[in-house]
Nanobody, 119 residues
């Protein structure tokens, strides 16, 4: 199983970044996909979620209207994306992708990618 994030970096306030996560090695059609983030000294929080088919999404209030989650199920790999616009300094965190199955329970995490919003 591999979940590999990319696309993080340093961006000025008001800028945009697109995070990606390539996930493989498991039956991803049974897993919803999620983005979490964790800033220093805080708990990891859910940012956005997308259903197995991609037809249903959820966003935390703090990112609603600015972030867009999407997924592409391609052969043996699912590509998860997070388009982040109008970035704010408070969006600074390590961002993680997660694959989650409800029944039976199962989850996989990526290694994280740093996003820093600063002038």
């Amino acid at each position: 199983v591999q979940l590999v994030e990319s696309g993080g970096g340093l961006v000025q306030p008001g800028g945009s970044l697109r995070l990606s996560c390539a996930a493989s090695g498991f039956t991803f059609s049974s897993y919803r996909m999620r983005w979490y983030r964790q800033a220093p000294g805080t708990e990891r929080e859910l940012v956005a979620s997308i259903s197995t088919s991609g037809g249903s999404t959820y966003y935390a209030d703090s990112v609603e209207g600015r972030f867009t989650i999407s997924r592409d199920n391609v052969k043996n790999t699912v590509y998860l994306h997070l388009q982040m616009n109008s970035l704010k300094p408070e969006d600074t965190a390590v961002y993680y992708c997660k694959a989650e199955r409800i029944i039976p329970p199962g989850e996989y995490w990526g290694q994280g990618t740093q996003v820093t919003v600063s002038s």
